[in-house]
């Protein structure tokens, strides 16, 4: 661990990520966020694949191609908890619909799972994937997760932007199983990355069929 890692400053290469984090989170190709900021692709690609500390007009640029702000990209406010700003001077509240719904679920790779457990109600962050109308995640069987097989569950996903004093969160409703040896094996095929949490013993697949899904955000004028 370098000394900015351990002391919880940003690493010298983390502009490079959060550009490709928020690009790929508009859905935005490298070349589509290039001519958005004016730059040449390939100095684009170098930037998100070294570390390298772009000028301040030029970050300038492409913080507004991204939708975001110079501070976030350079990593200002990671270890401040989300959501504690105060609120924009002209908030507008909206309802998404399915499809909008989906499209975010699609951009995020951590949820939060309810579930009842033995010790009562209980939240649980997950690594998912989204497969044909459903929301999976893999976890160990016997563990607070794996509560959710067999009963009615609740699915949640959401982003703060506090530089802009906006975010969106998407719920999910569904009754959740644990997928079959075949449909197993095709949804590990698919799977992106390993849990966070690591762990071997991982290899319980559980679905949850959405039944109802809600969305609403809020941006400023």
């Not at 490079?16 to 001519?35: I, M, N």
């Not at 700003?85 to 951590?110: F, I, K, M, N, Q």
């Not at 109600?121 to 497969?131: F, R, T």
Request: proline share 6%; with cysteine.
């Amino acid at each position: 661990m370098s000394d900015k890692e351990h002391h919880g400053l940003p690493d010298p290469g983390d502009i490079g990520r959060r550009v490709a984090l928020q690009r790929e989170r508009l859905g935005l190709t490298r070349e589509e966020a290039a001519v958005r900021a004016g730059m040449a692709p390939g100095y684009l690609e170098y930037l998100e694949e070294h570390p390298s500390a772009p000028s301040g007009p030029g970050l300038l640029r492409l913080a507004a191609a991204l939708e975001t702000s110079v501070e976030w990209l350079r990593g200002g406010g990671t270890n401040a908890p989300p959501g504690r700003g105060r609120a924009s001077g002209r908030p507008r509240y909206l309802e998404l619909d399915e499809e909008e719904c989906w499209a975010r679920l699609s951009t995020h790779g951590v949820g939060r799972i309810a579930v009842t457990t033995a010790e009562g109600p209980a939240i649980i962050p997950v690594n998912y994937q989204v497969a044909d109308g459903a929301i999976a995640f893999r976890t160990k069987p016997g563990s607070a997760p794996s509560a959710a097989v067999g009963h009615e569950v609740a699915f949640e996903v959401d982003y703060v932007d506090d530089v802009f004093r906006r975010g969106w969160s998407v719920l999910v409703v569904g009754r959740a199983r644990a997928a079959g040896e075949e449909e197993a094996r095709h949804l590990a095929g698919q799977e992106l990355g390993e849990p966070w949490a690591g762990g071997e013993e991982r290899d319980l697949w559980v679905v949850v069929r959405a039944e109802r899904v809600t969305g609403r955000r809020i941006h400023t004028e």
